[in-house]
């Protein structure tokens, strides 16, 4: 048998350390599977992920939530008619170490350069019903979340009175209700139970199990997980 070259080798490693983690094998299939695609068509060179957008009727909580809780900083409120409201947070952008805090006029002037941005909708006036992702499987499934320390961030909301639907220490048991209405799983309790099951008996492959889960004042999914190192 030939023996791999060293620059394969050193592709493979690199590709390892490059997709954390790589790929489980679960009964030898491949859980895992890593894109293999090449550059992305040049008329999408630049192109990044700045903000999502959720849309509340409770923006004065919401923005309590994610500021005050989640350390988020008002970018601005954009009262655009007397009624509807758009607000931008997001984090300063400076590192994760608490150096190099941009004010809120700084983050504002540089919004479209920044990655990660939280918008807010409110129509003052709206009737409709909001239904929330942990209350029911929508096409918006949750905000994601990465911290230095997890046990920490937890401790931190539930001093903060925030309930915590998942914590880093219990895996997710139940595959239905909260979190699994939020993961696409539905709401229909008597259908696909071992189909549910099947994935909550699978998390670990994913890392679910130490995933930390909350949800906002609007009921939508926040899920928190492990920086790396
Ligand atoms: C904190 O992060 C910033 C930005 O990434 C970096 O320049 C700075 O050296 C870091 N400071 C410490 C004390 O790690
Ligand atoms: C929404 O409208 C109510 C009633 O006019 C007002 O009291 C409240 O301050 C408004 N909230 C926001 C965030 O604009």
Not at 195 to 207: N, P, S, W
Request: proline letters at 4%; aromatic letters at 8%.
């Amino acid at each position: 048998m030939r023996l791999p070259s060293p620059l394969y080798l050193l592709a493979l490693a690199t590709a390892a350390m490059a997709c954390n983690p790589v790929r489980r094998d679960i009964d030898g299939s491949e859980t895992f599977i890593i894109g293999t695609d090449g550059p992305a068509p040049a008329a999408t060179l630049g192109f990044a992920f700045n903000h999502i957008g959720l849309v509340t009727t409770h923006l004065d909580e919401m923005k309590a939530f994610y500021g005050d809780i989640l350390g988020m900083r008002l970018l601005f409120d954009a009262h655009i008619t007397p009624e509807y409201t758009v607000t931008y947070m997001g984090y300063a952008q400076g590192g994760r170490n608490g150096t190099g805090f941009q004010s809120g006029a700084e983050l504002a002037a540089a919004k479209n350069n920044l990655w990660g941005l939280l918008e807010l909708q409110q129509f003052n006036v709206s009737d409709d019903r909001l239904v929330a992702s942990t209350e029911r499987t929508n096409t918006f499934g949750h905000v994601g979340l990465v911290v230095p320390d997890i046990a920490e961030a937890e401790e931190w909301f539930r001093s903060r009175g925030v309930k915590i639907l998942k914590s880093v220490t219990e895996p997710l048991e139940e595959y239905t209700g909260a979190v699994p209405n939020a993961f696409g799983l539905g709401e229909f309790a008597g259908l696909h139970l071992a189909a549910k099951k099947a994935l909550i008996d699978a998390q670990g492959l994913i890392g679910l199990d130490r995933f930390l889960m909350i949800a906002d004042p609007d009921g939508n999914l926040v899920e928190i997980q492990q920086q790396d190192t």
